[in-house]
């Protein structure tokens, strides 16, 4: 089974093309605070666009080689065709970097629809009403894109997917804190990949059997005595092949604070009320990521975290030119400071290039957890 | 460099000869600026906060809080002092070399005990992600209170209205920490004091568009600067009044000439090596290249503050203030000033000094220039460089690169 997701990430253009063949409409999102449920509910297919590794000759023309290469990977494998299925492409301004490439893209790539959300900073009650002004837009305008009223009902039932999803991926995150779990933290990250793609429905049946297999298991992949139980914090991380390495040097990654890991999925969406502005309530108040303020929230968050999951050691990735999440590395740091917990900042590249120089530092620093 | 050594600076550049009054009040104004600094640091008389600069200052002045601009600040001592210092002690503290030069700078000057200790740090978020994470370093340096106000991404009545509820929270906010209450009369006349230089500054910006441009290159970064950090005294109004008379009496024909000939007029499409002053004045004297209008002085529509209203016309004003503008919310703002810039001021070309460390800038060239071509038959220049260190590229590769660009204008 973890083989068979990690084929739908690896494969994942085709996946998508195959639900456009079918009719329905693809749309491709670029950050976790767009909230899928509305895409579904629009009879939709929401998945999530990436790069892949290699040059981004033509992404640095458009937008500027000091952008994030995640940003600039993105867009290159637009200008590659890859995403010419998409029927949409939604972003919000997240950072600098997205709403400078959602603007690129939109006037260089010719995806029919396009649309940025406009995201708080914060998550009083005031921005909460804001966003849910938001979301009632996008709403509208995807449904008209779509030619589809997006009802009440909809969303409500969109929720219960997504939920349910989310209630599968917790139960997935409990077994690793087992003293020794039974699933990698590589492996871990292959399954949610898969869920950037997959239609929920099919990814909730493929994850209800993992699971069942899985809690039936003895521990098995994170052989060997004395591994480092490690945490890996950051910003978008969407290559396994980053967390084989730190546990192929004797770590095992039980949890994380990434994008595409908690921040995804931790919190539920509220199934009673009006769903957009459960939506909205979730969504600004889910684990937040380093653009939102108080910067303490995240801070206690990964705290959290750092206990239930007893992490001894904290890889924290930032991406080069990232200003959020490396400007942000000092004050993690000092944040967590009382917990004792070593932590190390690895800036990457998005491609996979510096993975040698990477395993070094990585081999120094366990060494120095060990003592 | 301490406050103290910019202050001698800036009295220093007060008192020597300069043949526009409007250069002489500028040195005065920033003195000023930094003396008051200077004696809130050392008296404790009157509150001194650190403010990022697209937080609306006149608020400040109506409760007599000093406002000290650290990124401002911080330009300033690099460009009279060097910038590697303060950069070596950011990155020992762990700042990445890829964020923003003046960033570095600031957090720089921070940790190496070279900023004023404030009672409280005010920013705003939605403008630059390098600027708010930079101000939470200090907030974290200093242990001390702090207020972010959450800009959104657009100006929209209902990004307007979200924004007027963070100024209305930010209200109680300074009264507690100066133990005082707001005085709305005075808030009022703030914002009549920079409804008044706001106009005056539009008027200098109508008569920019006369040929031969009425200002020198090197005088237009001032005008942005004593906006954004006096706006709302009585002193920015004299400072706007001198320079409207001038570039007047300059069209006019009452004042000799500013450059031997105008070859060439040409625009800022974002910002320029302020370690430079030299380089505008190169232009000018040495290819007739005059910088007719620039990004962060043009004002782009009619709106104006109105007093009766004063939280609600510094809410809508944070949108469409020269300086933001261009940065918050979507590159069309920037686009349509560039554009009407190139349009209303008989632009032969537009210069976009790409500071390198500026993601949110530079990430909106293709576009600008595209778009520029496109829609107003302009070309422009990227020429990448960083605003503060001399050491990305040096003033000659500058010039260099500029004068190709002459020289392609030349034979259009
Ligand atoms: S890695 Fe950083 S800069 Fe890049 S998209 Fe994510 S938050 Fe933005
Ligand atoms: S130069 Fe760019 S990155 Fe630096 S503060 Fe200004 S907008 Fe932000």
Not at chain 2, 358 to 375: F, P
Request: charged share 25%; hydrophobic share 40%.
């Amino acid at each position: 089974m973890t083989q068979e997701l990690k084929d739908v990430f690896s494969n994942r253009h085709q996946v998508a093309q195959a639900v456009a063949n079918q009719g329905k409409p693809v749309m491709g999102w670029m950050c976790t605070y767009v909230p899928e449920e509305i895409i579904h509910a629009a009879g939709a297919h929401p998945i999530r666009v990436v790069g892949t590794g290699g040059t981004t000759t033509t992404a640095d023309a458009y937008l500027y080689s000091n952008v994030c290469s995640y940003a600039r990977a993105s867009l290159e494998e637009g200008f590659r065709g890859s995403y010419d299925f998409l029927s949409g492409y939604i972003a919000v301004n997240t950072c600098d970097n997205v709403r400078r490439l959602y603007e690129v893209w939109s006037r260089y790539l010719n995806t029919p629809f396009t649309h940025i959300l406009k995201l708080p900073h914060r998550a009083d009650e005031e921005a909460v009403e804001y966003f849910a002004g938001e979301l009632s837009d996008f709403r509208e305008r995807l449904g008209a894109h779509v030619g589809k009223e997006i009802s009440d009902d909809a969303l409500r039932q969109a929720i219960e997917v997504y939920n349910r999803t989310r209630t599968l991926l917790r139960q997935l995150y409990e077994l690793r804190k087992a003293d020794t779990p039974p699933i990698s933290g590589a492996e871990v990250m292959d399954i949610l990949l898969a869920g950037l793609i997959l239609p929920k429905e099919e990814y909730n049946r493929k994850l209800e059997l993992l699971l069942s297999s899985l809690q039936s298991k003895a521990a098995s992949p994170p052989k060997g005595e004395d591994r480092i139980r490690m945490m890996v914090v950051g910003s978008e991380l969407d290559n396994s092949e980053y967390l084989r390495t730190i546990e192929e040097l004797g770590g095992v990654v039980v949890c994380d604070d990434l994008c595409n890991g908690t921040r995804y999925f931790w919190d539920d969406v509220k199934v009673n009320g009006d769903p957009l502005q459960a939506l909205a309530n979730r969504y600004l108040r889910r684990s937040p990521c380093a653009r939102m303020r108080p910067t303490s929230e995240r801070m206690a968050r990964s705290r959290q975290l750092i206990q239930d999951f007893r992490v001894e050691g904290i890889i924290y990735e930032a991406l080069k030119f990232c200003d959020l999440y490396g400007e942000d590395f000092p004050l993690f740091k000092d944040n967590i400071k009382e917990l004792g917990v070593p932590a190390m900042l690895l800036t990457r590249d998005y491609s996979v290039a510096g993975l040698g120089q990477m395993k070094t530092r990585i081999q120094a620093f366990f060494e120095t957890i060990r003592g | 460099m301490k406050i103290a050594q910019v202050l001698e600076a800036m009295q220093a550049g007060r008192d020597m000869d300069h043949p526009l009054e409007s250069v002489r009040l500028y040195y005065d104004l920033m003195a000023r600026y930094y003396a008051r600094i200077e004696e809130a640091e050392r008296t404790h008389h009157r509150p001194l906060v650190i403010l990022g600069i697209y937080t609306p200052i006149e608020l400040f002045y109506a409760m007599d809080i000093v406002p000290c601009h650290a990124e401002l600040h911080a330009m300033n001592a690099a460009c009279l002092g060097g910038c590697q210092g303060y950069f070596d002690t950011a990155a020992a503290y762990g700042t990445p070399i890829e964020a923003c030069s003046i960033q570095r700078a600031m957090i720089g000057m921070a940790k190496g005990g070279l900023l004023p200790t404030p009672d409280f740090i005010v920013s705003a978020a939605g403008v630059c992600d390098s600027e708010v994470k930079s101000l939470e370093v200090l907030v974290k340096h200093f242990g001390c209170p702090y207020f972010l106000t959450d800009m959104p991404y657009q100006g929209d009545p209902a990004g307007v209205a979200y924004y007027l509820k963070e100024l209305e929270a930010l209200v109680p906010f300074l009264e507690s920490q100066t133990g005082r209450p707001l005085d709305w009369g005075r808030l009022e006349e703030t914002v009549e004091l920079s409804r008044q230089a706001a106009v005056l500054y539009r008027q200098v910006n109508e008569a920019r568009k006369a040929c031969p441009s009425p200002m020198r290159n090197q005088d237009f970064f001032n005008m942005c600067t004593v906006y954004a950090m006096m706006a709302g005294t009585q002193e920015a109004v004299d400072y706007f009044e001198v320079v409207a008379r001038e570039v007047r009496e300059q069209v006019e024909g009452k004042r000799p000439p500013l450059r031997p000939q105008e070859r060439f007029r040409l625009s800022c499409a974002f910002c320029f090596p302020a370690f430079s002053p030299e380089l505008l004045n190169w232009m000018e004297q040495e290819h007739g290249a005059a910088i007719a209008i620039d990004l962060v002085n043009y004002w782009r529509g009619e709106e104006e503050m109105d007093a009766r209203r004063p939280l609600e016309s510094l809410a809508k004003k944070a949108f469409y203030l020269p300086l933001a503008m261009p940065f918050i919310g979507p590159v069309e703002n920037w686009s349509r000033s560039v554009i009407e810039m190139g349009r209303g001021y008989s632009l032969d070309g537009s210069i976009f000094f790409a500071p390198v460390t500026c993601k949110e800038g530079c990430a909106t060239i293709r576009i600008l220039k595209d778009r520029m071509r496109e829609e107003a038959g302009i070309p422009t220049l990227v020429a990448d460089c960083d605003m503060i260190d001399p050491s990305v590229v040096s003033e000659e590769e500058l010039k260099g690169k500029l004068e190709g660009f002459f020289e392609t204008l030349e034979a259009r």
